[in-house]
C-alpha cells in the first residue's frame, strides 16, 4: 500500500513496534506450549503480584490482555453475546465476559488461553475479578488464590498492612504447594529487583513525553504496557524497556512527534476504546492534539514509591494495595492534577467506561476537581473498552470536535 | 393483624420515621446501606442504626456525580443525601462490600456535609483464620472510630446487652419465617416483607415488642390452617435487596406463596446468633463468618449455590425467582451457577431484573403468571 511507503509517516513508526509484537507472539506460542515443557500455567488479574510465579517458573497468563486483544481484534462482541447467552448480564464488565465465554468456546485471537493449573485474583482493581475467578475456579476446577487487598479510602491502615503481609506469606505456600518445591528466595530477590527495575524504566518511557512534542502517545503507551504487564520481573522486560527509552530518547533529540503537529496536549482516562483506539488516536491527530499521558498504563509504575527493591516480598504488601484503583476519589484527583502539571496538558479526556465500575464511578467528581483547581476542559466519552455495542461514532465524533474548539479557544485567549 | 398497619406506615417512609425519632427521641442516627453493618456496636454506643434504601424519588442531583449504569440503590440514596432528605443523619457508616459502594462512599465523603462519615475496610474474602483476625481488627477500629465520633465510650457490658436485644430480634424474625413455612396463611408475604424491612428502621427496643406481639398471636393462630391452600406452590426468592414489595401480592394472587429467601434485607440479616460469652467484637465477627455469605464477600466457590439448595429443601419450595437489581455486579456474576445448580436438581426459577422504580407491575405479573403455569405443569 502507498500508505506503508510515505517517508513521513515511516519516520513516526516507533522501531520497536515490531520487537515488542514478536515477544508477545513468543510469549502466547510458549504459554501454550507449557504442557510440553511440564510447565505451570497461573492465570492472574493485571493488579496482581506476578513475581512469585516468575521466580517459581510458573508462566503467568493474563485473562485481562487477552481481552484487550479480544477488544482490539474486535471479537468483543460475539463473545460477549456468548456469555450473555450464558446468563451472564450485558452489563457486567467486558474482559470478564468475553473471558468467561472464551473458555468453552476457545474463540478469541488466538483460540483461546492456555488451562490454567491455579488462578491467582488480587482484588486491587475491582470487585470483578473476584467473582471473575470464582467463576473460572469452577470451570477449570482448579485452586484459587485471592490476595485481598483492602481499599484505601483515605489510609492503608496498620491492620491492613498486616493482613496483606500474611497473605503474602500464604501465598508463597499455597505456590510452593501446587508446585510442589520450595521457593529459591535468591531467585526472587533477583526478580524484584528486576520488577522495580522494568517499572522505572516503564515510568522513564511514559516520562519522555513531557518533551514537545512528545515522542509517544498514550495509544502508544496503550500497546507497549503489555510486557509491564505480563512479563515484568524477567530480564526481557528490563532489556526491552531499554531499548524502548533508548528509542525514546532519540526522537526526542530528532524532535520526531507522535503526531505531525502537536499543538494541543491532552490527558486519558481509564481504559482504551480497545476496537477504536486508531480512529480515536486519528481523530484527536487530525485536530493537532496528541494524548501525552494516561491514568492507566502508569498504574504499573504508581506505586514504585511503596516498594524497596531490595526488600521485595517485605514491601510488596504495600505497593500492591496502593495502586491507583484502589484509593479514594481524592486521591485519585490528586494524582492527575500531579498528571496534568507534569504533562503540560491542556485538556483532560475521560472514558466513562461501564464496564469498569471502580474506575467509572467518581470521574466526575474527579472532573469537577480538576475544573475547580486548574480551570482545565474536559471531555466525557460514554462507551466501553470492549464491547462496541457501546459506542456511538456520530456523537463522540461531534463531542470531540466541540470539545477541542473548546480547548482551542481557551489557549488563544490566554 | 394491628400492628402490621403501624408498620406499613414505617417502612412506607423511612426517612420521616427516622427524623421523627430523632426529634422526639433525640437519638443519634447513623445511617448504613449493607447487612454487614455492626448494628450492635452503634445500638450500643446509644445510637440508632437505619438502614437506608432510597426514596425513589426523581434522579436529579446523583446524576452529577454517577453514571447511569449504576444501580439505583445507591443511587436514590445519593440522591436523599444531596438533596438535604437525610440532614438529620449524626453520620454516615460504609461497609466495604461492592465497587459501587466503595465509590459511594468516596463521593458521600466529598460532597455530603452533614454528618460524619467511616468506612469499615471489612475484607473481602471470609473463609481463612488472617482474614477472620482481621476482621476482628477492623471491627475494633470501628468500635474506637465511632466511639470518638459520638464522644461516647463504648463498653463491653454495652456490647453484651445489645447483643443479647439483637438476639432476640433475631431469633423472633426467625420464628416467624419458622412458623410461615408450615403455614403460609399466619402472615402475608406483604407483612412478612413490612415485618423484616421495620427491623431495619425502627427503635430496636419498640421494635423488639411489637415483633413478639407478632409471633405471639401467629403462635395462637397456628392450627386453624387451612389445608388446601397449603398446596400452593412454594416460591423462594433470592437477591440483595427486594425493591418491588408488590412481588408479594403479585404471587399470592396468582395462588402461590414466597415461603422463604435469600435475600440481604430478608434472612441473612437475621441469619445466626452472636454469643454473648467472650470479647464482644470477636463474637461479633464470627457471626459474619458464619453467615450465609454475600456475593459480595468470598467463602469457598460454592458456598451460596449450596445455600439455597439447602434453603430449597427446608422450605419444600417448587422453584425459585431471583430478584436482581439492574447494574448490581455480584449478584448477576452469581446467577448463572445458582440457576445451574437449580437446574440439575430440576428445580425451575425466574430472574427478574428490576430498577428501584415503579416497575412495569403488568409486565411483572405476567412473567410471574407464566412462570407459574410451567409450575404447575412439572
Ligand atoms: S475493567 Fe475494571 S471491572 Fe473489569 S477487570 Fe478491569 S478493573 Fe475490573
Ligand atoms: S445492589 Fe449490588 S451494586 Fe448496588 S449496592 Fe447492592 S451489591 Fe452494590
Not at chain 1, 258 to 278: G, M, S
Not at chain 1, 357 to 376: A, H, M, N, T, W
Not at chain 2, 193 to 203: F, N, P, S
Amino acid at each position: 500500500m502507498a500508505e506503508g511507503k510515505d517517508p513521513e509517516k515511516e519516520k513516526r513508526k516507533i522501531k520497536s513496534v515490531k520487537k515488542m509484537k514478536a515477544i508477545m507472539t513468543k510469549y502466547y506460542k510458549k504459554a501454550k506450549l507449557a504442557w510440553l515443557t511440564r510447565k505451570k500455567i497461573a492465570w492472574i488479574t493485571s493488579g496482581g503480584p506476578v513475581e512469585p510465579l516468575i521466580a517459581m517458573n510458573i508462566i503467568p497468563v493474563y485473562p485481562e490482555n487477552h481481552g484487550a486483544m479480544i477488544g482490539a481484534s474486535k471479537m468483543g462482541v460475539d463473545l460477549c453475546q456468548k456469555a450473555e447467552a450464558m446468563g451472564y448480564s450485558s452489563d457486567l464488565c467486558s474482559y470478564a465476559r468475553s473471558d468467561i465465554s472464551c473458555a468453552p468456546a476457545k474463540g478469541g485471537p488466538i483460540g483461546g488461553l492456555p488451562k490454567p493449573n491455579m488462578l491467582i485474583c488480587c482484588n486491587n482493581i475491582c470487585g470483578t475479578v473476584l467473582k471473575w475467578y470464582e467463576v473460572q475456579a469452577r470451570y477449570f476446577n482448579v485452586p484459587l488464590f485471592i490476595l485481598d487487598t483492602p481499599f484505601c479510602h483515605t489510609q492503608f491502615t496498620q491492620e491492613a498492612r498486616q493482613y496483606v503481609k500474611k497473605q503474602v506469606e500464604e501465598y508463597i505456600l499455597f505456590l510452593e504447594k501446587v508446585c510442589k518445591k520450595k521457593m529459591d528466595h535468591d531467585r526472587m530477590k533477583e526478580v524484584g529487583r528486576l520488577s522495580v527495575e522494568a517499572q522505572r524504566l516503564w515510568q522513564a518511557v511514559l516520562d519522555t513525553a513531557q518533551n514537545r512534542p512528545a515522542p509517544l502517545s498514550a495509544f502508544d503507551a496503550f500497546f507497549h504496557l503489555a510486557l509491564i504487564v505480563t512479563l515484568r520481573g524477567t530480564r526481557q522486560a528490563v532489556d526491552y524497556y531499554q531499548e524502548l527509552l533508548a528509542e525514546m530518547k532519540q526522537r526526542v533529540a530528532d524532535g520526531i512527534g507522535a503526531i505531525p503537529n502537536e499543538k494541543h496536549r491532552l490527558l486519558w482516562d481509564n481504559l482504551p476504546i480497545w476496537y477504536r483506539t486508531r480512529w480515536l488516536s486519528q481523530k484527536f491527530a487530525a485536530a493537532d492534539a496528541c494524548l501525552v499521558a494516561d491514568t492507566y498504563t502508569s498504574a504499573w509504575c504508581g506505586a514504585l514509591q511503596y516498594i524497596d527493591e531490595n526488600n521485595f516480598l517485605e514491601s510488596m504488601a504495600e505497593g500492591y494495595s496502593r495502586i491507583y484503583l484502589n484509593i479514594g476519589i481524592d486521591e485519585m484527583a490528586r494524582q492527575v492534577i500531579q498528571m496534568i502539571d507534569k504533562y503540560k496538558a491542556d485538556g483532560l479526556v475521560m472514558h466513562s467506561n461501564r464496564s469498569c465500575k471502580p474506575y467509572s464511578f467518581g470521574q466526575l467528581d474527579i472532573q469537577r476537581i480538576v475544573r475547580e483547581e486548574r480551570g482545565l476542559p474536559s471531555l466525557m466519552i460514554e462507551a466501553d473498552m470492549v464491547d462496541e455495542r457501546f459506542f456511538s461514532e456520530s456523537q463522540i465524533d461531534t463531542r470531540i470536535d466541540a470539545f477541542m474548539e473548546v480547548v482551542r479557544e481557551r489557549k488563544s485567549g490566554i | 393483624m394491628k400492628q402490621m398497619k403501624e408498620l406499613a406506615g414505617i417502612t412506607g417512609n423511612p426517612i420521616a420515621y427516622a427524623r421523627r425519632l430523632q426529634e422526639t427521641s433525640g437519638k443519634k442516627i447513623i445511617g448504613y446501606m449493607c447487612s454487614y453493618a455492626p448494628e450492635e456496636i452503634i445500638h450500643a454506643a446509644g445510637a440508632h442504626p437505619l438502614r437506608l434504601f432510597g426514596s425513589g424519588r426523581n434522579i436529579l442531583l446523583a446524576d452529577s456525580h454517577l453514571q447511569s449504569y449504576c444501580c439505583s440503590l445507591v443511587r436514590g440514596v445519593l440522591e436523599d443525601a444531596l438533596a438535604g432528605n437525610l440532614n438529620y443523619l449524626t453520620g454516615m457508616i460504609f461497609p466495604h462490600t461492592c465497587d459501587t459502594v466503595q465509590r459511594l462512599s468516596d463521593i458521600w465523603r466529598l460532597n455530603v456535609p452533614e454528618g460524619f462519615h467511616l468506612d469499615i475496610v471489612l475484607p473481602v474474602k471470609l473463609d481463612t483464620a488472617d482474614a477472620c483476625q482481621y476482621l476482628i481488627d477492623v471491627l475494633h477500629r470501628f468500635r474506637d472510630d465511632l466511639g470518638k465520633a459520638l464522644q461516647t465510650k463504648i463498653s463491653d457490658d454495652d456490647l453484651r446487652k445489645s447483643i443479647t436485644l439483637y438476639n432476640n430480634i433475631r431469633n423472633n424474625l426467625q420464628k416467624v419465617y419458622e412458623l410461615r413455612k408450615s403455614n403460609p396463611d399466619l402472615l402475608s408475604g406483604r407483612d412478612v416483607y413490612a415485618l423484616v424491612k421495620a427491623a431495619m428502621i425502627m427503635d430496636r427496643e419498640s421494635y423488639l415488642t411489637i415483633l413478639q406481639a407478632v409471633v405471639g398471636e401467629m403462635q395462637k393462630a397456628t392450627g386453624t390452617a387451612d389445608n388446601k391452600k397449603n398446596r400452593r406452590k412454594r416460591l423462594i426468592l433470592s437477591g440483595g435487596i427486594c425493591s418491588q414489595p408488590d412481588i408479594y401480592s403479585l404471587v399470592e394472587d396468582v395462588g402461590a406463596h414466597i415461603a422463604g429467601d435469600d435475600l440481604c434485607t430478608g434472612s441473612r440479616y437475621f441469619a445466626g446468633q452472636i454469643s454473648v460469652n467472650g470479647d464482644p467484637i470477636t463474637a461479633i465477627a464470627e457471626r459474619y463468618v458464619k453467615r450465609v455469605v454475600c456475593p459480595a464477600k468470598h467463602m469457598g466457590n460454592r458456598s451460596r449455590a449450596e445455600n439455597l439448595l439447602h434453603l430449597v429443601k427446608d422450605c419444600h419450595a417448587d422453584g425459585v425467582i431471583f430478584m436482581l437489581l439492574k447494574f448490581c455486579d455480584p449478584h448477576a456474576f452469581d446467577y448463572p451457577y445458582l440457576k445451574k445448580a437449580l437446574d440439575k436438581e430440576g428445580l425451575p426459577c425466574l430472574l427478574l431484573e428490576v430498577e428501584d422504580q415503579p416497575q412495569a407491575q403488568e409486565q411483572m405479573k405476567t412473567r410471574i403468571e407464566a412462570f407459574l403455569e410451567t409450575l404447575k405443569t412439572l
